[in-house]
């Protein structure tokens, strides 16, 4: 099993920055790769950001692309949202997932289904 731990979340303005974190913990060398997720009120939960920890390669949502950047420390198995240049439609709570090696569906569909692990999420509101 893999725990995720987000946080970083917290109230701001249109315009200003966060990092989130998610720490990952358990079984976390099996990880094959994590992602950010995002759920606003009153809407479906959708895909932010991936990182693969075997090649270091991202990959973004339209909406977050050129704003937001992934990153992560693959021998601590955290990983990092920067959101920049936040706007009120970001507003939501953002989940930590997580897929192990065998499931690879998560990188070429990235849905919610496709992924094993989640977090508790962490709130973020942003102000007009």
């Known amino acids: 099993q893999v725990q995720l731990v987000e946080s970083g979340g917290g109230s701001t303005q249109a315009g200003d920055s966060l990092r989130l974190s998610c720490a990952a913990a358990?079984?976390?060398?099996?990880?094959?790769?994590m992602g950010w997720f995002r759920q606003a009120p009153g809407k479906e939960r959708e895909f932010v950001a991936a990182?693969?920890?075997?090649?270091?390669?991202?990959n973004y949502a339209d909406s977050v692309r050129g704003r937001f950047t992934i990153s992560g420390d693959n021998a601590k198995k955290t990983m990092y949202l920067q959101l920049d240049s936040l706007s009120p439609e970001d507003t939501g709570v953002y989940y930590c997932?997580?897929?192990?090696?065998?499931?690879?569906?998560?990188?070429?569909?990235?849905?919610?289904?496709?992924?094993?692990?989640w977090g508790q999420g962490t709130q973020v509101t942003v102000s007009s």
């Open positions: 358990g079984r976390t060398f099996d990880l094959y790769y």
């Open positions: 997932a997580a897929n192990p090696y065998g499931n690879s569906r998560g990188w070429a569909n990235p849905t919610p289904g496709n992924y094993d692990y």
């Open positions: 990182i693969s920890w075997s090649t270091g390669n991202t």
